[in-house]
Nanobody, 115 residues
Framework: QVQLVESGGGLVQPGGSLRLSCAAS????????MGWYRQAPGKLREFIAE???????AYGDPVKGRFNIFRDIAKNTVHLQMDRLKPEDTAVYYC?????????WGQGTQVTVSS
């Protein structure tokens, strides 16, 4: 079992920054990949970013060049640095962890970009 605890959501003005964090209850080296998805009202869940156990990263097209995913290995934590935020980034952001047998989801954290 893997438990994921998210933090860092909130309200920010357009052009601002936020950092999301996701702490795993196990070593991140035992997880194939960790990352983030988001879901806005009335829309499907959307891939945002992920980082593999080897450190490779991938990003969804809407956030390339604005978001950065990185990890703190000692704390089994993955961070999502979100810069130049736009109103269309408003959504519930979910941490995701992938293992060979199954995947796991955090409880979600709200990000609202509004003036």
């Amino acid at each position: 079992q893997v438990q994921l605890v998210e933090s860092g959501g909130g309200l920010v003005q357009p052009g601002g920054s936020l950092r999301l964090s996701c702490a795993a209850s196990v070593s991140i080296f035992s997880i194939n990949a960790m990352g983030w998805y988001r879901q806005a009202p009335g829309k499907l869940r959307e891939f945002i970013a992920e980082i593999s156990s080897g450190g490779s990263t991938a990003y969804g097209d809407p956030v390339k060049g604005r978001f950065n995913i990185f990890r703190d290995i000692a704390k089994n934590t993955v961070h999502l640095q979100m810069d130049r935020l736009k109103p269309e980034d408003t959504a519930v952001y979910y941490c995701h962890a992938l293992r060979p047998s199954r995947d796991y989801w955090g409880q979600g954290t709200q990000v609202t970009v509004s003036s």
